[in-house]
């Protein structure tokens, strides 16, 4: 689960701002909204948030933000590249300085404080530390030295007898400038920092309106009855979705030209079933069962819905409109909130979406009997949906951010998080300018 981010630097953010789900104790509304694990050291943590702002007031900065500190985590950059770094513009000073990212989180029943500093060419400065109410224990600090804490319990079973010291040791000096030594020890397969990598790679998930549903048929084969149930539920009419499966070299919508370049750069070596989505398609290449000499398949959904005659009628993904596409992206997300450990972070997530099917969403997380209630999923999500904040109080005050630029044009996110405003209408109040983080266009009077 996600505890707090922070970020300096970077797009809208020029001074250091922080945005965190951690659940305020004067707010005693919705405690099961509330995630606390048994350890003592454990801090309570919110199930999800919501954020409002103006168009360009840094919503999806925010969001930016984190997936830029994402990606550099997971995927690196190439030995001779430069990190694409976004600076704040709007002071000629943040040129010259540095960007800074951290994380703190919840994993495996430990809290850690992850981040690193950045410039375009090298990481200036990288930690790992694992909090708690009263701790503060550093794992590992990098900056113009580098220190392990190898009494850390993260690193329970290292002995020197099996040079497993050593080994880090070379690592510390070996991790190029442009990468980060969490980054490296994933690639160097240096099994006790690869927790920290998992949580960004597996847990940490973000969808903005661009973003492509790329594993969305490997994860229905297999969810095939949840997904068509979950679409029945929120009344879209749709009887079933399948798969429909054709040999790629088989398939008559796909060139040769373009045939030839997927075989080409298709990762055959991996030894899992993987999808990749192709953008000229909107559709998935998968590989088969077969190792060695995997068949690519071509994937795509259909759906099937009845006529007047109660008959199924098959209807392609692409017949629909932008609202069902956008709700069908969205079924992986909802399964794996359900019952799994997830965090989803989605910019948008109105776009193209009835207001009372945003609000089922919500709802559906957060109430229905049928999620695991054992799951730590979290759902932060950017809108413009100000309805939401008059529905029955679907949120806390501390689940509900706004974000709002200063007079220097940089971005300042803030929650209601003890604030007195439970007599208040809060749509009335937040479309009056009460909070802020609203438009003010002089063509309005």
């Known amino acids: 689960m996600l505890i707090r981010f922070t970020v300096e630097n970077f797009l809208s953010f020029n001074e250091r701002v922080d945005f965190n789900m951690i659940a305020s104790t004067e707010d005693k509304n919705h405690s099961h909204h509330i995630v606390k694990d048994d350890n003592p050291e454990s801090i309570g943590l919110l199930r999800t948030s919501v954020i409002y702002g103006a168009n360009a007031s840094g919503k999806s900065n925010l969001v930016e933000a984190m997936r830029f500190a994402r990606d550099f985590i997971v995927d690196g950059v190439d030995k001779n590249d430069n990190i694409p770094l976004r600076k704040f513009k709007l002071d000629k000073a943040c040129a010259k300085k540095p960007s800074r990212f951290e994380f703190e989180f ?10 690193f500093v950045v410039s375009e060419t090298k990481v200036e400065e990288e930690w790992l530390f694992e909090i708690g109410i009263n701790k503060e224990e550093k794992i590992f600090e990098r900056n113009q030295d580098f220190t392990v804490n190898y009494d850390h319990e993260i690193f329970l079973g290292l002995t020197n007898e099996n040079k497993e010291q050593e080994r880090i040791e070379f690592e510390t000096k070996g991790t190029r400038p442009n990468l980060l030594f969490v980054s490296n020890c994933k690639e160097r397969n240096i099994e006790y920092l ?16 661009k973003s492509k549903p790329f594993a969305l048929p490997l994860i229905i084969e297999a969810k095939v009855e949840d997904f068509t149930n979950l679409l029945l539920d929120f009344d879209f009419r749709i009887e079933k979705i399948i798969v429909s499966l054709t040999d790629l070299e088989d398939n008559k919508k796909i060139s040769q030209k373009l045939k030839n370049k997927i075989q080409k750069e298709f990762p055959l070596e991996t030894k899992d079933k ?3 989505f192709i953008p000229e398609l909107g559709a998935i290449v998968t590989n088969g069962d077969d190792e060695n000499h995997p068949n690519l398949t071509f994937q795509e959904i259909k759906l099937l819905k009845k006529d007047k005659d109660d008959e199924l009628i098959e209807f392609e993904l692409s017949e629909e409109s932008d609202g069902t596409r956008r709700f069908i992206d969205f079924l992986p997300m909802l ?13 948008e997530i109105e776009d193209s979406l009835h207001i009372l099917l945003v609000q089922a969403i919500f709802d559906f997380f957060l109430n229905d009997k049928r999620n695991n209630s ?12 100000v309805l939401l904040l008059g529905i029955d109080k679907i949120f806390r005050k501390d689940e509900i951010w706004f974000i709002k630029k200063n007079k220097y044009g940089q971005s300042v996110p ?6 007195n405003v439970e007599d208040l209408d809060l749509v009335k109040g937040y479309i009056n300018g009460r909070f802020g983080a609203i438009p003010l266009p002089s063509l309005i009077t």
């Not at 919840?106 to 992850?114: M, T």
């Not at 399964?335 to 910019?347: A, K, M």
């Not at 054992?374 to 949906?385: E, G, N, R, V």
């Not at 803030?414 to 604030?419: D, K, V």
């Open 106 to 115: 919840r994993y495996k029943k430990k809290q850690y404080a992850y981040g």
């Open 194 to 209: 690869i927790p920290i990598y998992e949580w960004f790679d597996d847990i940490l998930k973000i969808i903005t309106p």
């Open 274 to 276: 993987i999808g990749i």
């Open 335 to 347: 399964e794996l909130l359900s019952n799994d450990n997830s965090v989803f972070v989605v910019d």
């Open 374 to 385: 054992f799951q730590q999923s979290q759902l932060i999500a950017t809108t413009h949906a």
């Open 414 to 419: 803030y929650s209601l998080a003890n604030t």
